[in-house]
Protein backbone atom coordinates (compact mmCIF):
# COMPACT_ATOMS: atom_id res chain seq x y z
CA UNK A 1 0.00 0.00 0.00
CA UNK A 2 1.42 3.33 -0.72
CA UNK A 3 2.30 5.85 1.84
CA UNK A 4 -0.70 8.36 -0.03
CA UNK A 5 -3.38 5.29 0.58
CA UNK A 6 -2.30 4.82 3.78
CA UNK A 7 -2.81 8.52 4.84
CA UNK A 8 -6.05 8.80 2.99
CA UNK A 9 -6.87 5.47 4.88
CA UNK A 10 -6.16 6.92 8.40
CA UNK A 11 -7.69 10.30 7.58
CA UNK A 12 -10.97 8.41 6.68
CA UNK A 13 -10.77 6.42 9.77
CA UNK A 14 -10.72 9.36 11.68
CA UNK A 15 -13.65 11.19 10.42
CA UNK A 16 -15.74 8.17 10.87
CA UNK A 17 -15.02 8.28 14.65
CA UNK A 18 -15.60 12.22 14.97
CA UNK A 19 -18.82 11.68 12.47
CA UNK A 20 -19.95 9.49 15.16
CA UNK A 21 -18.47 11.74 18.59
CA UNK A 22 -20.54 14.52 16.84
CA UNK A 23 -23.63 12.57 16.12
CA UNK A 24 -23.95 11.26 19.64
CA UNK A 25 -23.07 15.04 20.91
CA UNK A 26 -25.97 16.21 18.94
CA UNK A 27 -28.35 13.62 20.38
CA UNK A 28 -27.30 14.49 24.08
CA UNK A 29 -28.07 18.25 22.99
CA UNK A 30 -31.37 17.21 21.86
CA UNK A 31 -31.67 15.33 25.14
CA UNK A 32 -30.45 17.93 27.43
CA UNK A 33 -32.82 20.88 26.34
CA UNK A 34 -35.98 18.48 26.22
CA UNK A 35 -34.92 17.81 30.43
CA UNK A 36 -34.28 21.47 30.91
CA UNK A 37 -37.19 22.31 29.79
CA UNK A 38 -39.24 19.76 31.78
CA UNK A 39 -36.42 21.14 34.66
CA UNK A 40 -37.66 24.71 34.30
CA UNK A 41 -42.02 23.37 33.96
CA UNK A 42 -40.71 21.41 37.59
CA UNK A 43 -38.99 24.88 39.45
CA UNK A 44 -42.06 27.10 38.42
CA UNK A 45 -44.81 24.20 39.71
CA UNK A 46 -42.45 24.39 42.88
CA UNK A 47 -42.46 27.85 43.19
CA UNK A 48 -46.06 28.52 43.09
CA UNK A 49 -46.14 25.50 45.96
CA UNK A 50 -43.48 27.81 48.21
CA UNK A 51 -45.39 30.87 47.14
CA UNK A 52 -48.06 29.05 49.17
CA UNK A 53 -45.78 29.84 52.16
CA UNK A 54 -45.11 33.18 51.86
CA UNK A 55 -47.09 35.63 54.24
CA UNK A 56 -46.68 39.14 53.92
CA UNK A 57 -46.57 41.27 56.94
CA UNK A 58 -46.76 44.87 57.57
CA UNK A 59 -44.71 44.90 54.13
CA UNK A 60 -42.29 42.58 55.47
CA UNK A 61 -42.04 38.77 53.65
CA UNK A 62 -41.88 35.96 55.87
CA UNK A 63 -42.28 32.11 55.80
CA UNK A 64 -44.36 30.10 57.84
CA UNK A 65 -43.83 26.70 58.35
CA UNK A 66 -40.54 27.17 57.86
CA UNK A 67 -39.30 23.58 59.23
CA UNK A 68 -41.49 21.84 56.90
CA UNK A 69 -40.65 23.66 53.16
CA UNK A 70 -36.88 23.38 54.36
CA UNK A 71 -37.18 19.67 54.84
CA UNK A 72 -39.00 19.40 51.66
CA UNK A 73 -36.55 21.32 49.70
CA UNK A 74 -33.53 19.39 51.62
CA UNK A 75 -35.44 15.77 49.91
CA UNK A 76 -35.55 17.80 46.49
CA UNK A 77 -32.14 18.85 46.74
CA UNK A 78 -33.48 22.61 46.04
CA UNK A 79 -31.90 25.67 47.48
CA UNK A 80 -34.30 28.43 47.94
CA UNK A 81 -33.53 32.45 48.47
CA UNK A 82 -36.37 34.91 49.24
CA UNK A 83 -35.43 38.55 48.24
CA UNK A 84 -37.51 41.60 49.33
CA UNK A 85 -38.26 44.85 47.66
CA UNK A 86 -34.66 45.79 48.49
CA UNK A 87 -33.01 42.88 47.20
CA UNK A 88 -32.33 42.12 50.56
CA UNK A 89 -32.04 38.24 51.83
CA UNK A 90 -35.17 37.35 53.92
CA UNK A 91 -35.11 33.59 53.88
CA UNK A 92 -32.11 31.17 52.95
CA UNK A 93 -32.38 27.45 53.03
CA UNK A 94 -28.82 27.11 52.29
CA UNK A 95 -25.43 28.52 54.30
CA UNK A 96 -24.39 27.96 50.25
CA UNK A 97 -23.94 31.15 48.58
CA UNK A 98 -25.87 30.44 45.34
CA UNK A 99 -24.29 32.15 41.73
CA UNK A 100 -24.05 35.60 41.41
CA UNK A 101 -26.92 36.74 39.24
CA UNK A 102 -28.79 40.31 38.49
CA UNK A 103 -32.25 40.21 39.75
CA UNK A 104 -34.59 40.19 37.01
CA UNK A 105 -38.31 42.30 35.90
CA UNK A 106 -39.67 39.07 34.80
CA UNK A 107 -39.41 35.45 35.41
CA UNK A 108 -36.47 33.79 34.40
CA UNK A 109 -33.68 30.65 34.57
CA UNK A 110 -29.85 30.85 34.14
CA UNK A 111 -27.91 27.90 34.34
CA UNK A 112 -24.42 28.27 36.45
CA UNK A 113 -22.36 25.67 37.72
CA UNK A 114 -24.61 22.56 36.81
CA UNK A 115 -27.80 24.09 38.64
CA UNK A 116 -30.52 25.70 36.78
CA UNK A 117 -31.50 29.00 38.67
CA UNK A 118 -35.19 29.86 38.84
CA UNK A 119 -35.74 33.77 39.24
CA UNK A 120 -39.44 34.81 39.82
CA UNK A 121 -40.18 38.31 40.80
CA UNK A 122 -43.13 38.19 43.51
CA UNK A 123 -45.91 40.93 43.20
CA UNK A 124 -48.91 41.77 44.57
CA UNK A 125 -51.50 44.30 42.67
CA UNK A 126 -49.08 45.08 40.14
CA UNK A 127 -46.19 45.69 42.54
CA UNK A 128 -43.04 44.23 42.93
CA UNK A 129 -42.86 42.40 46.86
CA UNK A 130 -39.40 40.69 46.17
CA UNK A 131 -37.85 38.19 44.66
CA UNK A 132 -37.47 33.70 44.64
CA UNK A 133 -34.60 32.69 43.76
CA UNK A 134 -34.84 28.71 43.69
CA UNK A 135 -32.27 26.88 42.30
CA UNK A 136 -31.61 22.63 41.90
CA UNK A 137 -28.73 20.47 40.07
CA UNK A 138 -29.29 20.32 36.29
CA UNK A 139 -30.53 16.60 35.46
CA UNK A 140 -27.65 15.02 34.03
CA UNK A 141 -28.15 12.60 30.95
CA UNK A 142 -26.58 9.60 32.70
CA UNK A 143 -23.66 7.01 31.07
CA UNK A 144 -22.92 9.98 28.08
CA UNK A 145 -19.45 9.71 29.33
CA UNK A 146 -19.42 5.96 29.26
CA UNK A 147 -20.79 5.74 25.73
CA UNK A 148 -17.91 8.43 24.60
CA UNK A 149 -15.63 6.06 26.07
CA UNK A 150 -17.62 2.88 24.33
CA UNK A 151 -17.28 4.89 20.82
CA UNK A 152 -13.45 5.68 21.68
CA UNK A 153 -13.06 2.34 22.73
CA UNK A 154 -14.77 0.74 19.79
CA UNK A 155 -13.19 3.08 17.66
CA UNK A 156 -9.77 2.05 18.98
CA UNK A 157 -10.40 -1.69 18.55
CA UNK A 158 -11.65 -1.40 15.02
CA UNK A 159 -8.23 0.39 13.88
CA UNK A 160 -6.56 -2.29 15.65
CA UNK A 161 -9.16 -4.70 13.82
CA UNK A 162 -8.10 -2.94 10.83
CA UNK A 163 -4.62 -3.26 11.23
CA UNK A 164 -4.60 -6.76 11.79
CA UNK A 165 -6.59 -8.10 9.50
CA UNK A 166 -4.34 -5.68 6.78
CA UNK A 167 -1.01 -7.49 8.45
CA UNK A 168 -2.57 -10.97 8.06
CA UNK A 169 -5.03 -10.90 4.89
CA UNK A 170 -4.70 -7.85 2.81
CA UNK A 171 -0.60 -7.85 2.76
CA UNK A 172 -0.57 -11.68 1.92
CA UNK A 173 -3.12 -10.82 -0.82
CA UNK A 174 -1.25 -7.94 -1.59
CA UNK A 175 1.84 -9.95 -2.35
CA UNK A 176 0.34 -12.93 -4.22
CA UNK A 177 -1.40 -10.35 -6.78
CA UNK A 178 2.32 -8.17 -7.03
CA UNK A 179 3.64 -12.24 -7.47
CA UNK A 180 1.31 -13.02 -9.93
CA UNK A 181 1.91 -9.50 -11.86
CA UNK A 182 5.45 -10.65 -12.36
CA UNK A 183 4.68 -14.13 -13.63
CA UNK A 184 2.12 -12.12 -16.30
CA UNK A 185 4.72 -9.81 -17.21
CA UNK A 186 7.50 -13.12 -17.76
CA UNK A 187 8.90 -12.62 -14.59
CA UNK A 188 9.45 -16.00 -12.63
CA UNK A 189 12.14 -15.81 -10.19
CA UNK A 190 10.30 -14.49 -7.11
CA UNK A 191 8.71 -16.34 -4.56
CA UNK A 192 6.60 -16.29 -1.38
CA UNK A 193 7.01 -17.52 2.49
CA UNK A 194 4.63 -20.21 2.75
CA UNK A 195 5.50 -20.35 6.74
CA UNK A 196 2.56 -17.71 7.85
CA UNK A 197 0.82 -18.29 10.70
CA UNK A 198 -2.85 -18.55 8.91
CA UNK A 199 -3.60 -21.66 7.19
CA UNK A 200 -5.32 -20.11 4.22
CA UNK A 201 -2.59 -17.53 3.56
CA UNK A 202 0.17 -20.18 3.96
CA UNK A 203 -1.70 -22.43 1.66
CA UNK A 204 -2.13 -20.12 -0.99
CA UNK A 205 0.81 -19.19 -0.77
CA UNK A 206 2.50 -22.81 -1.40
CA UNK A 207 -0.17 -22.88 -4.45
CA UNK A 208 1.14 -19.48 -5.83
CA UNK A 209 4.71 -20.81 -5.54
CA UNK A 210 3.90 -24.18 -7.27
CA UNK A 211 2.09 -22.09 -9.80
CA UNK A 212 4.95 -19.77 -10.01
CA UNK A 213 7.34 -22.88 -10.00
CA UNK A 214 5.28 -24.57 -13.29
CA UNK A 215 5.16 -21.05 -15.66
CA UNK A 216 8.54 -20.88 -14.53
CA UNK A 217 9.30 -24.50 -15.94
CA UNK A 218 6.76 -24.11 -19.14
CA UNK A 219 8.00 -21.00 -20.13
CA UNK A 220 11.81 -22.22 -19.88
CA UNK A 221 10.87 -25.24 -22.09
CA UNK A 222 8.34 -23.00 -24.46
CA UNK A 223 11.87 -20.48 -24.86
CA UNK A 224 13.67 -23.66 -25.73
CA UNK A 225 11.46 -24.99 -27.91
CA UNK A 226 11.05 -21.58 -29.32
CA UNK A 227 15.02 -21.26 -30.15
CA UNK A 228 14.64 -24.81 -31.48
CA UNK A 229 11.60 -24.00 -33.93
CA UNK A 230 13.12 -20.55 -34.98
CA UNK A 231 16.45 -21.91 -35.59
CA UNK A 232 15.45 -24.82 -37.44
CA UNK A 233 13.32 -22.68 -39.78
CA UNK A 234 16.04 -19.68 -40.51
CA UNK A 235 18.59 -22.94 -41.20
CA UNK A 236 16.76 -25.24 -43.11
CA UNK A 237 17.47 -25.47 -46.73
CA UNK A 238 14.53 -24.94 -47.83
CA UNK A 239 12.53 -22.02 -48.45
CA UNK A 240 9.84 -21.22 -45.84
CA UNK A 241 6.55 -19.66 -46.13
CA UNK A 242 3.72 -19.22 -43.13
CA UNK A 243 0.65 -17.93 -44.05
CA UNK A 244 -1.82 -17.50 -40.97
CA UNK A 245 -5.74 -18.37 -41.14
CA UNK A 246 -6.56 -14.55 -42.74
CA UNK A 247 -4.66 -15.26 -45.91
CA UNK A 248 -1.33 -12.98 -44.79
CA UNK A 249 1.69 -13.67 -44.94
CA UNK A 250 3.29 -14.19 -41.43
CA UNK A 251 6.60 -15.52 -41.71
CA UNK A 252 9.66 -15.85 -44.28
CA UNK A 253 12.54 -17.69 -43.79
CA UNK A 254 16.41 -16.39 -44.56
CA UNK A 255 16.71 -19.79 -47.03
CA UNK A 256 13.76 -18.18 -49.32
CA UNK A 257 14.50 -14.61 -49.27
CA UNK A 258 18.25 -15.80 -50.26
CA UNK A 259 16.96 -18.35 -52.85
CA UNK A 260 14.56 -16.47 -54.61
CA UNK A 261 16.15 -12.98 -54.49
CA UNK A 262 12.87 -11.24 -53.63
CA UNK A 263 12.22 -7.99 -52.21
CA UNK A 264 9.74 -9.46 -49.48
CA UNK A 265 9.98 -6.10 -46.70
CA UNK A 266 6.21 -5.61 -47.38
CA UNK A 267 4.99 -9.07 -47.84
CA UNK A 268 4.41 -9.54 -44.02
CA UNK A 269 0.84 -9.11 -43.20
CA UNK A 270 -0.31 -8.89 -47.06
CA UNK A 271 -2.25 -11.19 -49.12
CA UNK A 272 -0.39 -14.23 -50.39
CA UNK A 273 -1.94 -13.73 -53.42
CA UNK A 274 -0.93 -9.75 -53.86
CA UNK A 275 2.84 -10.61 -52.86
CA UNK A 276 3.98 -14.00 -54.47
CA UNK A 277 4.54 -13.67 -58.36
CA UNK A 278 4.33 -17.09 -58.92
CA UNK A 279 0.65 -18.40 -60.53
CA UNK A 280 1.28 -22.07 -59.69
CA UNK A 281 2.45 -21.40 -56.18
CA UNK A 282 -0.51 -19.35 -55.43
CA UNK A 283 -3.00 -21.84 -57.08
CA UNK A 284 -1.29 -24.60 -55.00
CA UNK A 285 -1.93 -22.52 -52.07
CA UNK A 286 -5.33 -21.81 -52.75
CA UNK A 287 -5.74 -25.63 -53.23
CA UNK A 288 -4.87 -26.13 -49.39
CA UNK A 289 -6.98 -23.54 -48.17
CA UNK A 290 -10.27 -25.17 -49.82
CA UNK A 291 -9.54 -28.76 -49.29
CA UNK A 292 -7.42 -28.60 -45.94
CA UNK A 293 -5.10 -31.37 -47.23
CA UNK A 294 -1.34 -31.38 -47.55
CA UNK A 295 -0.22 -30.90 -51.29
CA UNK A 296 2.96 -30.50 -53.52
CA UNK A 297 4.47 -30.45 -56.75
CA UNK A 298 7.20 -29.93 -58.86
CA UNK A 299 7.43 -26.71 -60.12
CA UNK A 300 9.97 -24.88 -62.63
CA UNK A 301 10.29 -21.41 -61.23
CA UNK A 302 12.21 -18.60 -63.10
CA UNK A 303 14.42 -16.84 -60.58
CA UNK A 304 16.26 -13.74 -62.41
CA UNK A 305 18.05 -15.59 -65.13
CA UNK A 306 18.15 -18.88 -63.80
CA UNK A 307 15.42 -21.26 -63.69
CA UNK A 308 14.78 -23.38 -61.00
CA UNK A 309 13.11 -26.68 -59.99
CA UNK A 310 11.60 -26.92 -56.85
CA UNK A 311 9.23 -29.63 -54.68
CA UNK A 312 7.15 -27.22 -53.17
CA UNK A 313 4.87 -28.91 -50.70
CA UNK A 314 1.80 -26.66 -49.17
CA UNK A 315 0.59 -28.03 -45.25
CA UNK A 316 -2.08 -26.67 -43.05
CA UNK A 317 -1.18 -26.05 -39.71
CA UNK A 318 -3.85 -27.86 -37.13
CA UNK A 319 -4.76 -26.44 -34.31
CA UNK A 320 -6.03 -28.90 -31.39
CA UNK A 321 -9.62 -28.48 -32.51
CA UNK A 322 -8.04 -30.26 -36.23
CA UNK A 323 -8.90 -26.59 -37.75
CA UNK A 324 -6.18 -24.87 -39.89
CA UNK A 325 -4.62 -21.90 -38.79
CA UNK A 326 -2.55 -21.48 -41.07
CA UNK A 327 -0.19 -22.89 -44.04
CA UNK A 328 3.14 -23.78 -44.29
CA UNK A 329 4.72 -23.48 -47.72
CA UNK A 330 8.30 -25.48 -48.66
CA UNK A 331 9.97 -24.88 -51.64
CA UNK A 332 12.90 -27.57 -51.76
CA UNK A 333 15.28 -26.81 -54.55
CA UNK A 334 15.46 -29.87 -57.02
CA UNK A 335 17.08 -28.09 -59.13
CA UNK A 336 20.73 -30.14 -58.92
CA UNK A 337 18.99 -33.34 -58.44
CA UNK A 338 17.31 -32.46 -61.70
CA UNK A 339 20.48 -31.20 -63.47
CA UNK A 340 21.70 -34.94 -62.44
CA UNK A 341 18.50 -36.72 -62.90
CA UNK A 342 19.13 -35.40 -66.38
CA UNK A 343 23.10 -36.36 -66.68
CA UNK A 344 22.11 -39.33 -65.27
CA UNK A 345 19.82 -39.73 -68.50
CA UNK A 346 22.35 -38.22 -70.37
CA UNK A 347 25.12 -40.20 -69.36
CA UNK A 348 23.34 -43.50 -70.10
CA UNK A 349 22.24 -42.51 -73.78
CA UNK A 350 25.90 -40.99 -74.43
CA UNK A 351 27.77 -44.57 -73.14
CA UNK A 352 25.86 -46.76 -74.97
CA UNK A 353 25.99 -44.29 -78.04
CA UNK A 354 30.26 -44.24 -77.79
CA UNK A 355 30.17 -47.52 -77.37
CA UNK A 356 27.55 -48.79 -80.03
CA UNK A 357 29.44 -46.22 -83.08
CA UNK A 358 33.17 -48.55 -82.66
CA UNK A 359 31.15 -51.98 -81.96
CA UNK A 360 29.70 -51.04 -84.95
CA UNK A 361 32.22 -50.84 -87.49
CA UNK A 362 34.34 -53.48 -86.16
CA UNK A 363 31.55 -55.73 -86.50
CA UNK A 364 30.62 -54.26 -89.88
CA UNK A 365 34.32 -54.62 -90.83
CA UNK A 366 35.04 -57.85 -89.35
CA UNK A 367 31.41 -59.01 -91.77
CA UNK A 368 32.84 -57.88 -94.71
CA UNK A 369 36.41 -59.41 -94.54
CA UNK A 370 34.80 -62.78 -93.77
CA UNK A 371 32.09 -62.48 -96.34
CA UNK A 372 35.48 -61.69 -98.81
CA UNK A 373 37.22 -58.58 -98.52
CA UNK A 374 40.38 -60.42 -97.00
CA UNK A 375 41.18 -62.13 -100.64
CA UNK A 376 41.86 -58.82 -101.12
CA UNK A 377 45.23 -58.26 -99.33
CA UNK A 378 44.84 -54.19 -99.37
CA UNK A 379 41.21 -53.87 -98.51
CA UNK A 380 42.05 -56.78 -95.91
CA UNK A 381 44.98 -54.49 -94.46
CA UNK A 382 42.82 -51.46 -94.46
CA UNK A 383 40.06 -52.99 -92.86
CA UNK A 384 41.96 -54.47 -90.24
CA UNK A 385 43.84 -51.09 -89.21
CA UNK A 386 40.02 -49.54 -88.89
CA UNK A 387 38.80 -52.97 -86.67
CA UNK A 388 42.30 -52.01 -84.52
CA UNK A 389 41.87 -48.06 -84.59
CA UNK A 390 37.90 -48.79 -83.32
CA UNK A 391 39.04 -51.45 -80.74
CA UNK A 392 41.54 -48.94 -79.22
CA UNK A 393 38.58 -46.43 -78.86
CA UNK A 394 36.57 -48.59 -77.37
CA UNK A 395 39.42 -49.57 -75.13
CA UNK A 396 40.31 -45.96 -74.02
CA UNK A 397 36.56 -45.35 -73.35
CA UNK A 398 36.05 -47.93 -71.05
CA UNK A 399 39.33 -46.90 -69.02
CA UNK A 400 37.93 -43.77 -69.04
CA UNK A 401 35.01 -44.51 -67.97
CA UNK A 402 36.62 -46.76 -65.36
CA UNK A 403 38.97 -44.45 -64.16
CA UNK A 404 36.09 -41.59 -64.05
CA UNK A 405 33.91 -43.66 -61.70
CA UNK A 406 36.95 -44.59 -59.48
CA UNK A 407 37.75 -40.67 -59.09
CA UNK A 408 34.30 -39.81 -58.63
CA UNK A 409 33.58 -42.41 -55.13
CA UNK A 410 33.21 -39.96 -52.57
CA UNK A 411 36.12 -42.16 -50.79
CA UNK A 412 38.83 -41.58 -53.63
CA UNK A 413 42.44 -41.04 -51.97
CA UNK A 414 45.19 -39.84 -53.70
CA UNK A 415 48.78 -40.86 -52.45
CA UNK A 416 49.60 -37.11 -51.25
CA UNK A 417 53.54 -36.47 -51.47
CA UNK A 418 55.54 -33.51 -52.51
CA UNK A 419 56.15 -33.72 -56.54
CA UNK A 420 58.54 -32.73 -58.70
CA UNK A 421 56.60 -31.05 -61.43
CA UNK A 422 59.43 -30.37 -63.96
CA UNK A 423 60.47 -34.03 -63.87
CA UNK A 424 56.97 -34.90 -64.94
CA UNK A 425 56.61 -31.98 -67.21
CA UNK A 426 60.01 -33.90 -68.81
CA UNK A 427 58.75 -37.01 -69.27
CA UNK A 428 55.08 -35.99 -70.38
CA UNK A 429 56.93 -33.89 -73.27
CA UNK A 430 58.75 -37.31 -74.07
CA UNK A 431 55.89 -39.37 -74.04
CA UNK A 432 53.93 -36.91 -76.34
CA UNK A 433 56.22 -35.53 -78.51
CA UNK A 434 55.88 -38.63 -81.26
CA UNK A 435 52.25 -37.66 -81.33
CA UNK A 436 53.26 -33.67 -81.80
CA UNK A 437 55.71 -34.81 -84.61
CA UNK A 438 53.38 -36.70 -86.17
CA UNK A 439 50.88 -33.56 -86.89
CA UNK A 440 53.76 -30.67 -87.30
CA UNK A 441 53.36 -29.09 -84.07
CA UNK A 442 55.74 -28.17 -82.02
CA UNK A 443 56.11 -29.01 -78.18
CA UNK A 444 57.99 -26.17 -75.98
CA UNK A 445 58.95 -26.98 -72.76
CA UNK A 446 59.17 -23.88 -70.86
CA UNK A 447 62.02 -24.06 -68.87
CA UNK A 448 61.60 -22.61 -65.28
CA UNK A 449 62.81 -22.82 -61.43
CA UNK A 450 62.33 -26.15 -59.86
CA UNK A 451 58.51 -26.03 -58.44
CA UNK A 452 57.04 -28.87 -55.91
CA UNK A 453 53.60 -29.22 -55.91
CA UNK A 454 51.57 -31.45 -53.20
CA UNK A 455 49.91 -34.57 -55.02
CA UNK A 456 49.84 -37.90 -56.76
CA UNK A 457 52.80 -37.97 -59.39
CA UNK A 458 50.65 -40.56 -60.95
CA UNK A 459 47.40 -38.22 -60.76
CA UNK A 460 49.23 -35.14 -62.31
CA UNK A 461 51.10 -37.13 -64.91
CA UNK A 462 47.65 -37.83 -65.70
CA UNK A 463 46.05 -34.50 -65.59
CA UNK A 464 49.71 -33.26 -68.15
CA UNK A 465 48.75 -36.09 -70.39
CA UNK A 466 44.87 -34.78 -70.89
CA UNK A 467 45.81 -31.63 -71.53
CA UNK A 468 48.60 -31.87 -73.68
CA UNK A 469 46.76 -34.55 -75.73
CA UNK A 470 43.73 -32.16 -75.93
CA UNK A 471 46.30 -29.06 -77.20
CA UNK A 472 47.71 -30.96 -79.98
CA UNK A 473 44.42 -32.73 -80.78
CA UNK A 474 42.91 -29.38 -81.50
CA UNK A 475 45.80 -27.52 -82.46
CA UNK A 476 46.58 -27.48 -87.05
CA UNK A 477 49.70 -28.45 -88.20
CA UNK A 478 52.58 -25.73 -87.58
CA UNK A 479 50.86 -24.69 -84.69
CA UNK A 480 52.64 -24.80 -81.03
CA UNK A 481 51.85 -25.58 -77.49
CA UNK A 482 53.60 -24.74 -74.56
CA UNK A 483 54.08 -26.05 -71.66
CA UNK A 484 54.87 -24.19 -68.70
CA UNK A 485 55.61 -23.77 -64.68
CA UNK A 486 55.18 -20.49 -62.26
CA UNK A 487 56.07 -20.88 -58.63
CA UNK A 488 53.33 -18.44 -56.68
CA UNK A 489 53.36 -17.71 -52.67
CA UNK A 490 51.54 -20.37 -51.81
CA UNK A 491 50.61 -22.51 -55.56
CA UNK A 492 52.43 -23.99 -58.11
CA UNK A 493 50.77 -23.39 -61.69
CA UNK A 494 50.66 -25.82 -64.49
CA UNK A 495 50.27 -24.04 -67.63
CA UNK A 496 49.51 -25.38 -71.06
CA UNK A 497 48.76 -23.26 -73.81
CA UNK A 498 48.27 -23.37 -77.86
CA UNK A 499 47.83 -21.71 -80.73
CA UNK A 500 44.53 -24.17 -81.83
CA UNK A 501 41.33 -23.35 -82.79
CA UNK A 502 40.53 -22.44 -79.53
CA UNK A 503 37.00 -22.59 -77.81
CA UNK A 504 34.28 -19.95 -77.65
CA UNK A 505 33.36 -18.71 -74.09
CA UNK A 506 29.69 -19.94 -74.34
CA UNK A 507 31.31 -23.47 -73.80
CA UNK A 508 33.42 -22.80 -70.97
CA UNK A 509 30.43 -23.47 -68.31
CA UNK A 510 29.62 -26.70 -70.05
CA UNK A 511 33.19 -27.78 -70.95
CA UNK A 512 34.25 -29.82 -68.27
CA UNK A 513 31.01 -32.14 -67.98
CA UNK A 514 31.42 -36.06 -68.88
CA UNK A 515 30.96 -36.47 -72.69
CA UNK A 516 30.96 -33.06 -74.14
CA UNK A 517 32.86 -31.92 -77.14
CA UNK A 518 32.74 -28.62 -78.92
CA UNK A 519 32.58 -29.78 -82.00
CA UNK A 520 31.27 -33.49 -81.74
CA UNK A 521 32.61 -34.77 -85.43
CA UNK A 522 35.94 -33.28 -85.24
CA UNK A 523 36.26 -34.66 -81.79
CA UNK A 524 35.32 -37.95 -82.55
CA UNK A 525 37.57 -38.02 -85.93
CA UNK A 526 40.56 -37.27 -83.43
CA UNK A 527 39.33 -40.22 -81.18
CA UNK A 528 37.72 -38.37 -78.63
CA UNK A 529 34.85 -39.32 -76.40
CA UNK A 530 34.36 -35.51 -74.33
CA UNK A 531 35.64 -37.52 -71.06
CA UNK A 532 38.98 -36.25 -70.84
CA UNK A 533 38.55 -32.79 -69.41
CA UNK A 534 36.04 -34.32 -66.62
CA UNK A 535 38.95 -36.70 -65.44
CA UNK A 536 41.06 -33.85 -65.05
CA UNK A 537 38.42 -31.51 -63.77
CA UNK A 538 37.79 -34.30 -60.78
CA UNK A 539 41.51 -34.80 -60.12
CA UNK A 540 41.90 -31.29 -59.88
CA UNK A 541 39.30 -31.11 -57.17
CA UNK A 542 41.21 -33.89 -55.19
CA UNK A 543 44.04 -32.29 -55.51
CA UNK A 544 42.56 -29.36 -53.39
CA UNK A 545 43.58 -26.97 -56.80
CA UNK A 546 41.34 -25.17 -58.88
CA UNK A 547 41.51 -25.04 -63.12
CA UNK A 548 41.40 -21.58 -65.07
CA UNK A 549 40.37 -21.77 -68.95
CA UNK A 550 40.98 -19.04 -71.06
CA UNK A 551 40.49 -19.30 -74.71
CA UNK A 552 40.22 -16.85 -78.28
CA UNK A 553 38.47 -19.05 -80.91
CA UNK A 554 41.39 -19.09 -83.68
CA UNK A 555 43.30 -18.34 -81.55
CA UNK A 556 44.03 -20.96 -79.02
CA UNK A 557 43.35 -22.16 -75.53
CA UNK A 558 45.52 -21.90 -72.56
CA UNK A 559 44.40 -24.10 -69.23
CA UNK A 560 45.90 -22.91 -65.94
CA UNK A 561 46.04 -25.42 -63.08
CA UNK A 562 47.11 -24.44 -59.70
CA UNK A 563 48.41 -27.07 -57.04
CA UNK A 564 49.44 -26.71 -53.26
CA UNK A 565 53.13 -25.94 -53.05
CA UNK A 566 55.19 -27.74 -51.66
CA UNK A 567 57.97 -26.19 -49.70
CA UNK A 568 61.71 -27.09 -50.92
CA UNK A 569 63.62 -28.38 -48.35
N1 LIG B 1 43.04 -27.20 -76.19
C1 LIG B 1 41.81 -27.21 -76.73
N2 LIG B 1 41.52 -26.43 -77.79
C2 LIG B 1 40.28 -26.46 -78.32
N3 LIG B 1 39.27 -27.20 -77.85
C3 LIG B 1 39.51 -28.01 -76.84
C4 LIG B 1 40.78 -28.04 -76.20
N4 LIG B 1 40.71 -28.93 -75.18
C5 LIG B 1 39.44 -29.41 -75.18
N5 LIG B 1 38.70 -28.84 -76.16
C6 LIG B 1 37.28 -29.08 -76.42
O1 LIG B 1 36.70 -29.63 -75.30
C7 LIG B 1 36.06 -30.87 -75.56
C8 LIG B 1 36.18 -31.74 -74.36
O2 LIG B 1 37.50 -32.16 -74.18
P1 LIG B 1 37.80 -33.58 -73.59
O3 LIG B 1 39.25 -33.71 -73.39
O4 LIG B 1 36.97 -33.72 -72.38
O5 LIG B 1 37.22 -34.56 -74.61
P2 LIG B 1 37.88 -35.11 -75.98
O6 LIG B 1 39.22 -34.55 -76.11
O7 LIG B 1 36.89 -34.82 -77.01
O8 LIG B 1 37.88 -36.63 -75.68
P3 LIG B 1 38.86 -37.46 -74.73
O9 LIG B 1 37.94 -38.00 -73.71
O10 LIG B 1 39.48 -38.49 -75.53
O11 LIG B 1 39.82 -36.51 -74.18
C9 LIG B 1 36.74 -31.37 -76.79
O12 LIG B 1 35.91 -32.21 -77.50
C10 LIG B 1 37.03 -30.10 -77.54
O13 LIG B 1 35.93 -29.70 -78.27
MG1 LIG C 1 40.66 -34.84 -74.65
Request: with cysteine; aromatic share 8%; hydrophobic share 40%.
Amino acid sequence: MSRKNKIALVIGYICIVLSLTFLIYILNEVIQSSNRAQEREQLNERVDFIQTFIEKKDSQLTIQHADRLERILKQLDNDLTLYDVNDQVVYKTTTKQHPIVKLPESTETVIRDQRMIYLKPLQENGERMGTIVLTAPLIKMKGIEVLYLLIFAIGIGFFILLHRTRIQYIHPIRQVTRLLENLLQGRFNERLSSDSKMEAISKLNHVTNMLANEMDIMSRSYMYQKGRMSTLIENIGSGLLFIDGNQKISHINRTFKQTFKLDTTHWKRSNYEEVIPYEEVNELIQNVFALGKRQSKQMMIPIHIERKHFDVSCAPILDNDNHASGIVVVFHDITELKKLENMRKDFVANVSHELKTPITSVIGFTETLLDGAKENKTLEEQFLHIILKESKRLQSLISDLLDLSKIEKDHFVINWQKVNLNLIVEDVILILSDKAFQKDIILINHKSDPCFAWGDPYRIRQIMINLITNAIAYTPSKGKVTVSLENDEHDVKLIISDTGIGIDKKHFPRIFERFYRVDKARSRDLGGTGLGLAIVKHLVEVHEGHIEIDSELGQGTTFTISFKKAQDE
